[in-house]
């Protein structure tokens, strides 16, 4: 695993996030609030994206939910709506923003972040790259518009295997900024990689002797799982993907009881589209990410939960927070977002 180093000059300007002033911040009293949202929506031609780790009731009034490649997919194709509400967290927005320019991109809550996206700051990672330019960098969606611009690849869960096969043999890899998406690909694709020494607050509270005692309890539930995850999780898992591909695993295997170890906010849609199956939650450790800032009881993320139908409301009603990115910034940025989207 790399030292992150920690200094030098960022070459790309960090991107510009416009306050929401508190003081049209009040939601007034008796609204109907999905009325009102489906309302602001029609006025301001805006589409509503959001994440499967969004709550239950965000999940229901959008007008897509998808995983992170689904999503940047389709704000790069919402060619007819003039704003896109983003329900998901920081990076995801931005991203979004990246792939529709002429799109006003709203972030319901401008402080839903992400521990990966802030384990790779940019200056760390020019700092590497000043002292390793003969890498070829491979950056999970995860990361900041300002770290995406000095990649040479973007990845999502649902297609960093085929991203890293892609790549020549003869080329050197380093990979931020998960360190377990990292590990795992490694074992996938057998290809040497250095790793970045970052993780997700959620998917590492997983505890994998515990997970095991579980299934012991429930012999016919599978265990499906996130890469985000540990490996000694992953090792013990029938099904590794993305939060699509353990929702399509969950609807379409024939098993009836599955342990579903990824954020909880997926088992909204799974209960809906897999309505007979029994989905159990992986037990947690409370640990030092309780004080990072996750969940200390649960598998819920604080960053996607920041989101909330209020604020949903207040972006649509007053076009805020915005997500703004400078132009030679978005262009670098676009770069390895397109050569990840163009992959057949
Ligand atoms: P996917 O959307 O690719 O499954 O990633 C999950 C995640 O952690 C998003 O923050
Ligand atoms: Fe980031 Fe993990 Fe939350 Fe996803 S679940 S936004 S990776 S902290």
Redesign the pocket.
């Known amino acids: 695993m790399v030292n992150a180093p920690s200094l030098v000059t960022n070459p790309f300007s960090p991107p510009l996030a416009v306050p929401h002033d508190p003081k049209f911040c009040a939601v007034p009293p008796g609204i109907d609030l999905l009325e009102a949202i489906v309302q602001l929506k029609k006025e301001r031609n805006a589409i509503l994206l959001a994440?499967?780790?969004q709550e239950g009731d965000i999940q229901d009034i959008a007008d897509f939910v998808?995983?992170?490649?689904?999503?940047s997919r389709r704000a790069r194709d919402a060619k007819d709506a003039s704003v896109i509400c983003f329900c998901?967290?920081h990076?995801?927005a931005e991203s979004a923003k990246c792939l529709a320019p002429d799109k006003i991109v709203i972030l319901p809550d401008l402080e839903a972040g992400?521990s990966?996206a802030e384990a790779c700051p940019p200056e760390a990672l020019a700092e590497w790259k000043r002292r390793h330019p003969d890498y070829t960098i491979v950056a999970y969606?995860?990361t900041s518009a300002a770290t995406k611009a000095l990649c040479d690849w973007i990845c999502?869960?649902?297609n960093a295997e085929k991203v890293i096969r892609a790549i020549p043999e003869n080329e050197k890899i380093l990979f931020v900024p998960d360190r377990h998406l990292g590990d795992y690909l490694i074992k996938k694709t057998g290809r040497k990689m250095e790793l970045w020494p970052g993780s997700?607050i959620?998917?590492e509270t997983f505890n994998a002797r515990k997970i095991v005692a579980l299934k012991t309890r429930h012999p016919g539930a599978k265990l499906i799982a996130?890469p985000?995850c540990d490996a000694s999780v992953l090792e013990h898992a029938e099904f590794v993907?993305?939060?699509?591909?353990?929702l399509e695993f969950v609807i379409t295997d024939p098993a009836a009881e599955f342990i579903v170890a990824?954020?909880r906010g997926i088992l909204h849609e799974m209960r809906k589209r897999a309505p007979g199956k029994i989905l159990l939650e992986p037990p947690v450790d409370t640990g030092p990410d309780a004080a990072k800032g996750a969940c200390a009881s649960c598998n819920e993320?604080p960053?996607?939960r920041r989101n909330t139908l209020e604020k949903v409301y207040l972006a649509l009603r007053d076009l805020q927070p915005r997500i703004e990115i400078g132009e030679e910034l978005r262009l670098a940025a676009l770069r390895p977002l397109e050569r990840m989207l163009s992959l057949k």
């Open positions: 994440h499967y780790y998808g995983d992170s490649l689904e999503l998901g967290v990076f995801m992400c990966l969606i995860n999502t869960s649902s997700c959620v998917h996130h985000e993907g993305s939060t699509s591909k353990l990824t954020e993320c960053h996607m």
